[in-house]
């Protein structure tokens, strides 16, 4: 089932006061709940996420070169999750047809997550701002077409607590995330936080999960098609991504930016 922004109906604001946890219970205690997520695995990560938010838990994905990963986990569930998906775009082609194939394998509860801005606007009135150089024109392009979106989005559906893929290994940001933490008034669970690349492949081969088109193109990331590129033996992983400008599109980000799919 998919849906856009423009189909979701307004829900309240969540309780979010990062004092007194879900649904104010003066019992929930960050430092405690990261120890204890620290010994599961990834299926119970997300398992304590539902069973603690209920309504207000979602996954958030890019439909990237890991992302079948919780999808599949997510899928498994007793209950089903909303998952987000931020489409800028300006996607590569096979990354459309790979969300296709995914949300009808999995029979994904997906809703797309879009800017305000159409690419032909946004164009017309700041020009192609990842073509600059310029850090503050990618900052400015990465708030408009993936921060503002997926938090609109996250408004409406009143959630309290999204999933993410993000891992360690992948950016110095990542390596010092803990498995639970406050980002933007919701709290931000990520199950594959202490995965390994191998871990991923060897998971979806386990699963029989297709793989991104890209992969076996060289991509060990991707995003927009403008911004990615293949492992060219200078530059691989997230140094590939942005022109080489950042490594965060902003969504991981604490702060204004917020933090990341």
Known sequence: MTSTFADLEQRGEPDLNPDRGPAGDPAFDPQRICQELAQGDAASRLRWGLETFGAG?????????????????????????????????????????????????????????????????????HGQLWSTGK??????????????PLDRAMEALGVRCWASGVRGGQTDHRQAMEPLALVRQRWSLRPLLDWTAKDVFYYMQEHNLPQHPLFEQGYSTVGDWHSSGPDDGTNAGRATRFGGLKQECGIHLPGVMGEGI
Not at 86 to 102: C, I, K, N, Q, S
Request: no cysteine; proline share 6%; aromatic share 8%.
């Open 57 to 125: 838990f979602v996954l958030t994905t890019s439909f990237g070169i890991q992302s079948a990963v919780l999808l599949h986990q997510i899928s498994r569930l007793d209950r089903p999750v909303p998952v987000i998906w931020v489409d800028t775009g300006y996607l590569p082609p096979e990354t459309y047809r790979y969300a296709e194939t995914l949300t009808a394998r999995l029979d994904l509860r997906l809703t797309i997550a879009q800017a305000e801005l159409s690419p032909a606007r946004m164009e017309a009135l």
């Open 135 to 148: 850090l503050e024109d990618m900052e400015l392009y990465l708030r408009l077409r993936k921060v503002e």
